[in-house]
């Protein structure tokens, strides 16, 4: 999985946005109860990146908290430990609605899209029944989901791109269908071949599905978490997340803070 795309995952996808996460995510978790109960007990936090990728959003974490950096892709984690192999980060190849950490986290993070990933919803609320188990009592699901109102403006009728790199070439094809709510994307890499003239193609598919908020807050309350809050947008790190605007249709991506009681 991903075999091709992690080679090459931060040139597409901006590293802003995990500054962005951990910037949001700071200041409540300078608040949590789970925090502070590692600190009583003289611990240093474990966090979890479930669906770690390449590792970027686990490395700016470790800087505060112990981490385990999770993923089902052997790609994804080889590429994390060559980006990040000197930071103490423990790296685990895991279907992260199976996970097993072997301690309690004081929070997961499942980021930029990573539950969009998941297209059957039993596997979905096994996640999310597998994180409450892990958290410690305060702890927090950090996670985002892109809606349909994302998949609906962008690829809808199927939208494509071309994307010319000093490696070689990427063309990208996403089409969404509403009847599934499933987004398919087909990627085709044409990689430089060294000391030849000639380009190797791959070929990939990724698929994603919409995950409808009503569907979200039963497979999180079935979990047992209680407080639930969604945010349109990242708020700035200095801003009460309490004061974020409520949430609408329209929205092209969804912020979840859901704390274990």
Same mark, same amino acid.
Request: net charge positive; proline share 2%.
């Given at each position: 999985m991903y075999r091709f795309l992690s080679h090459y995952y931060e040139m597409l996808f901006p590293y802003r946005q995990y500054v962005a996460w951990k910037d949001f995510a700071r200041p409540m978790l300078r608040r949590s109860r789970a !925090?502070?109960?590692?600190?009583?007990?003289?611990?240093?936090?474990? !966090?979890?990146? /479930?669906?770690?990728?390449?590792?970027?959003? /686990?490395?700016?974490?470790a800087t505060y908290y112990d981490v385990i950096g999770i993923d089902i892709s052997e790609e994804m984690l080889d590429q994390a430990l060559k980006n990040y192999p000197d930071r103490g980060i423990l790296w685990v190849r895991q279907d992260i609605a199976k996970m097993e950490t072997g301690r309690p986290a004081a929070a997961i993070f499942a980021t930029t899209d990573t539950l969009?990933?998941?297209? !059957?919803?039993?596997?979905?609320? /096994?996640?999310?029944?597998? /994180?409450?188990?892990?958290?410690?009592?305060?702890?927090?699901?950090?996670f985002d989901v892109v809606t349909e109102e994302f998949f609906r403006c962008f690829y809808g009728d199927g939208q494509c791109s071309f994307e010319d790199f000093e490696w070689g070439s990427f063309f990208w094809r996403c089409e969404y269908h509403q009847n599934t709510q499933k987004a398919v994307y087909d990627i085709t890499y044409f990689e430089k071949c060294e000391d030849r003239e000639l380009y190797q193609r791959t070929d990939e598919r990724i698929t994603e599905r919409v995950w409808p908020e009503s569907v979200l807050r039963d497979g999180l309350e079935q979990a047992g978490f209680r407080r639930i809050r969604i945010f349109p947008e990242l708020l700035h790190a200095g801003e009460d997340d309490a004061a974020a605007p409520p949430c609408s249709q329209g929205w092209e991506r969804l912020y979840f803070v859901c704390e274990k009681p």
């Open positions: !925090v502070r109960s590692f600190k009583d007990r003289g611990e240093r936090p474990l !966090v979890i990146d /479930a669906g770690c990728g390449t590792g970027a959003l /686990a490395d700016l974490l969009n990933h998941i297209t !059957v919803q039993n596997q979905l609320y /096994a996640f999310f029944r597998r /994180a409450y188990r892990t958290l410690e009592s305060g702890g927090d699901l950090f």
